[in-house]
């Protein structure tokens, strides 16, 4: 079977639990970059330069992304070993 010129991933099909999942991803992306950008505007406030502003700022964002991003990955497997159907295509 030849793939199809307008396909970027071969035999993958785009569900509403798909996109739902990748919105998710996107949403997560942008609260990451939210956390941080709040987290710098803090140190900012504190007095900091703006070089140790964004240093600090962003080592002390990392453990909250990191467990965000853990829970989720953890939460996932989960939905995909129990689910069926839409539940794994969210997954």
């Avoid at 998710?24 to 942008?30: D, E, F, H, S």
């Avoid at 987290?39 to 330069?49: F, Q, V, Y």
């Avoid at 453990?63 to 965000?68: E, K, R």
């Amino acid at each position: 079977m030849l793939a199809r010129p307008d396909c970027l991933v071969p035999g993958a099909i785009l569900t509403l639990p798909g996109i739902a999942g990748l919105v998710l991803t996107v949403g997560m992306a942008v609260d990451t970059n939210v956390l941080i950008f709040e987290r710098i505007r803090d140190k900012l406030a504190e007095g900091r330069s703006f070089a140790q502003a964004i240093d600090q700022g962003f080592n002390s964002a990392v453990a909250t992304i990191m467990d965000a991003n853990i829970t989720t990955m953890i939460t996932a497997v989960i939905l995909y070993a129990i689910g069926n159907g839409p539940i794994q295509g969210f997954a």
